[in-house]
Every structure is written in C-alpha cells, then in structure tokens.
C-alpha cells in the first residue's frame, strides 16, 4: 500500500513563492501527480514526474525524487487565484494492478 | 461533451435504500476510475477501469459497492442499503490511457451523496 504524507495547511503571500513537499512510500511507484483543488470543485491536473527531476510548466513546477520518495510542487508569482487544495498522488503499479492514491492535500491560502 | 460528466450532481437518500450514480467520461477515454471525496480529505480511491473491465477494484470499502461499464464508455457506481457513512462526493475522473503521455485524469463535477 502507499503512505502519502503532506502538509494540512500553508500560507504565502501574493508575489511570492511556495514550495509544498510530498513524501510517499510505495511498492511500485509507478508515477506521481499533482492536482489543485480549488472548495467545492473538482481536481484538476496540474503536473506527472515519473523520472527523476525538474518539471517546470508556466509558474508552477514539480520535483521529483523517487529513491528519497520525495516530491514538492513549486509555485512562483503567486496569485490570489492559486488559493486551493494541491493534492499530491501516487500511481502504484503491484500485481498486474495500477492504482491512484491521493494525499490529504495542502490548503494554500494567498494573503495580499 | 467536452468534458466528463455525472449524473445526477446531487442524491440525497434514506439509509437502506439503493442509489445508482453515473459518469460520462470524455469520448475515447479508455481509463474510467471511481473516487469518493470526504471533507477536507483527498479523493479516496474506489475502482479503475481499463476498457470494460475492472483493472483494480481493491479500494470498493465492501460488497455493497458495485461499479460497471458495460461497453466500455458509461460507468455506473452502484450502492445497495446505503449507510450515513456513505455520505460523500463521488468523483469520476477518465484518461486517454495509462502511459506517461497520456495518464493525466480529467475529472467530472461530481455526485454529492446525502443518505439521511
């Protein structure tokens, strides 16, 4: 099974940038996702790492470790927008099985 | 449509009763998966399917859950004598397919379950 462990809340101010971690424990990592969720909506995609490194798209960027099991979503040039949930998840590939297993989700809130 | 959809946005039931929840996933989309969403939790893992079939229904809580998709398109999460516990927002979330390029889960609106 999969442990995910993430931060319950962070806050961060408009213009600046925030980096929310990830940890995880796996027997098949098979891939890592990052969703925002804004209350009340659903998840949408924001990122996949499945190698090593620095994925970077527009103002938000994703890291991934996997013999740390370590990830962390960056934002840059916050926005009040970007208040929302961000939800890391982890695709677990055992016994002919591929499963998504989310975390909590860190509720980031943008002050001006 | 354009995107996934889900039927109906809201239920509310009495406990014992039998509810029925559908997904529309985006045309083509061969990956179909059930989560159920509790507040200020992530969505929880129910079933994924892979065409008709159901590759992996190890996150179903109990036999009163029960998901089809008969064709390889509609789904439907199926509930029998439900409990309060059942309370929660099912999301149905589809992907082109499983690989790198192509796993990225687009997500419906959401069923809103109340059972009384």
């Known amino acids: 099974g999969q442990n995910i462990d993430q931060p319950t809340e962070m806050t961060a101010t408009e213009g600046a940038i925030v980096q929310i971690n990830c940890t995880y424990q796996?027997?098949?990592?098979?891939?890592l996702f990052w969703y925002q969720q804004h209350a009340g909506e659903a998840p949408t995609f924001l990122s996949y790492?499945?190698?090593?490194g620095l994925e970077e798209k527009g103002r938000f960027s994703s890291f991934l470790s996997r013999s740390k099991g370590y990830s962390y979503l960056l934002l840059k040039e916050l926005q009040m927008k970007d208040s929302a949930s961000y939800l890391c998840?982890?695709?677990?590939?055992?016994?002919?099985?591929?499963?998504?297993?989310f975390g909590t989700g860190t509720k980031l809130q943008v002050i001006p | 449509g354009a995107g996934v959809s889900q039927t109906p946005s809201n239920k509310v039931t009495e406990k014992g009763k039998y509810v029925e929840l559908r997904c529309d996933p985006i045309?083509?989309?061969?990956?179909l998966y059930w989560y159920r969403q509790s507040l200020g939790q992530g969505p929880e893992f129910l079933i994924y399917?892979?065409?008709?079939?159901?590759?992996?229904d190890s996150g179903l809580p109990n036999d009163r859950f029960f998901a089809v998709r008969p064709e390889g398109s509609v789904s439907t999460l199926k509930i029998q004598r439900t409990e309060r516990g059942d309370s929660a927002v099912y999301l149905c979330?589809?992907?082109?397919?499983?690989?790198?390029?192509?796993?990225?889960?687009?997500f419906g609106p959401g069923t809103r379950l109340t059972v009384l």
């Open positions: 979330a589809s992907s082109a397919g499983t690989s790198r390029r192509n796993n990225e889960q687009f």
């Open positions: 796996t027997s098949g990592f098979n891939g």
């Open positions: 045309s083509g989309h061969t990956a």
């Open positions: 998840a982890v695709r677990d590939y055992s016994g002919g099985y591929q499963k998504v297993t």
């Open positions: 399917f892979q065409g008709t079939g159901a590759a992996d």
């Open positions: 790492n499945v190698l090593d």
